[in-house]
């Protein structure tokens, strides 16, 4: 009997922690794929998975991308679905809800005793970044709670894009967790190209931009500052202000412009050339004109 209960215990602690070190083995080869893949993604323009912001769905398993937030040291791979087998080795992204680069509320979920532990120590304002093969989102955490499994509500698409982090709570708890902890998170950034892709820009576009900023530095600083903006790609314009286009149709443009001091977005939706959009800004009146527009790009320029 001795024996038994000797080797059934070594048995039950070796179980235990091959079930803590199978994750944190998974996700530093997956880190590895995940990296070598989006460098692949960069120099061919292209990548495994749908485009960044293009409508669909992945396959179960599907590779999405890597959430981490820099305060907590927490990182992990996010594969499409939250079946067991998933969330045993990585984070999931609940089917039906938006894929990043779509507008929406993107909800991802976690086991609280592995990947999401972390999630105890979270607080209002730290920062949360997502990243895929085809861009990188930013998002500042708004708010905590504690659900019912049943209130499915926290995944429903809200007017601002949103990202909605989901784990078992209390999270000490011994056996199924009664209760689910929530986390929302608002977009702040959207950066559609990954940064290795920028050198690829083609050749004719990188002379321009290389022309703009030569402009640039000769204007006057009292002039009004004008940027080109390709469609997908978002640029700085001033201190705390940037501006990102989504789309170009029939002359018109959409996009965003985040407002840092004011930690909000200004939506431009079917945008005409030469119609202000104006917004404050750290307490004054500012004013954003699209001045010209291609089918690849927009130019806009920045009142002073």
């Known amino acids: 009997m001795e024996r038994f209960f000797l080797l059934a215990g070594i048995a039950g602690v070796t179980a235990a922690l091959a079930g803590m070190l199978a994750p944190l083995a998974w996700q530093a080869w997956a880190n590895r794929e995940f990296n070598r893949e989006r460098r692949v993604a960069a120099e061919t323009q292209g990548g495994p998975e749908i485009p960044f912001g293009t409508p669909g769905r992945i396959a179960e398993d599907g590779l999405i991308g890597r959430l981490s937030i820099p305060r907590l040291n927490l990182s992990t791979i996010v594969r499409e679905g939250t079946s067991s087998a998933i969330l045993s080795l990585a984070a999931g992204h609940i089917p039906g809800t938006a894929l990043p680069g779509q507008s929406g509320n993107i909800a991802v979920a976690g086991h609280r005793d592995t990947l999401f532990r972390g999630l105890k120590d979270i607080q209002a304002g730290d920062l949360v970044e997502f990243e895929t093969f085809h861009g990188r989102l930013e998002y500042r955490v708004q708010s905590t709670e504690v ?157 002073p």
């Open 147 to 303: 659900v019912s499994p049943k209130d499915v509500s926290v995944l429903q698409a809200g007017q601002k894009n949103e990202l909605t982090l989901v784990t078992c709570f209390p999270f000490y708890y011994i056996g199924s967790a009664p209760d689910r902890f929530i986390v929302k998170a608002i977009e702040i950034a959207w950066d559609p190209m990954a940064p290795e892709a920028w050198a690829k820009m083609p050749e004719q576009e990188a002379r321009a931009a290389q022309g703009e900023k030569a402009a640039r530095r000769r204007r006057p600083a009292t002039q009004d500052a004008s940027f080109t903006i390709p469609i997908h790609h978002s640029r700085v314009l001033g201190p705390g202000i940037r501006l990102g286009v989504t789309d170009i149709r029939g002359g018109r443009v959409s996009g965003w412009m985040w407002l840092m001091p004011e930690q909000r977005t200004v939506w431009l939706r079917d945008q005409k050339a030469r119609e202000p959009v104006a917004f404050y800004s750290d307490g004054r009146r500012r004013e954003v004109t699209i001045t010209s527009v291609t089918s690849e790009a927009a130019t806009a320029r920045l009142s």
